[in-house]
């Protein structure tokens, strides 16, 4: 994907763990405009490839006004490609068994 790079003619690309390191020193509450007019020069980078402006990350929740970092991370992680977050509907953790808790209690 080809993007325009802001008026200095560089485009800072970082994976998505990167990002929130870059906002780590951000002021609350602060717009989604603000965020986009500071950060214009950002691209989220994908693990499985591909790459997004932060700015088309932010707009696909609208505009918000963010009270705090959760908030904007959140609006993020919402907004990010589905291959950025890993395998869609999978979990390396075993679903719960119900009976396994109370196995133990019956007698037989």
């Given at each position: 994907?080809?993007?325009?790079?802001?008026?200095?003619?560089?485009?800072?690309?970082?994976?998505?763990?990167?990002?929130f390191d870059?906002?780590?020193?951000?002021?609350?509450?602060?717009?989604?405009?603000e965020i986009?007019?500071?950060?214009?020069?950002?691209?989220?980078?994908?693990?499985?490839?591909?790459?997004?402006?932060?700015?088309?990350?932010?707009?696909?929740?609208?505009?918000?006004?963010?009270?705090?970092?959760?908030?904007?991370?959140?609006?993020?992680?919402?907004?990010?490609q589905r291959?950025?977050?890993?395998?869609?509907?999978?979990?390396?953790?075993?679903?719960?068994?119900?009976?396994?808790?109370?196995?133990?209690?019956?007698?037989?």
């Amino acid at each position: 994907m080809e993007d325009e790079p802001n008026s200095t003619g560089t485009l800072r690309s970082l994976d998505i763990n990167r990002i929130f390191d870059l906002l780590g020193d951000q002021s609350f509450p602060v717009d989604t405009d603000e965020i986009c007019s500071a950060y214009d020069d950002v691209e989220v980078t994908y693990s499985g490839g591909g790459s997004d402006p932060l700015a088309r990350v932010l707009r696909t929740s609208g505009s918000q006004t963010y009270q705090t970092m959760d908030d904007l991370r959140l609006s993020i992680l919402n907004g990010v490609q589905r291959n950025a977050v890993g395998r869609p509907r999978y979990s390396d953790r075993d679903p719960p068994v119900v009976a396994d808790e109370y196995d133990h209690w019956r007698s037989f």
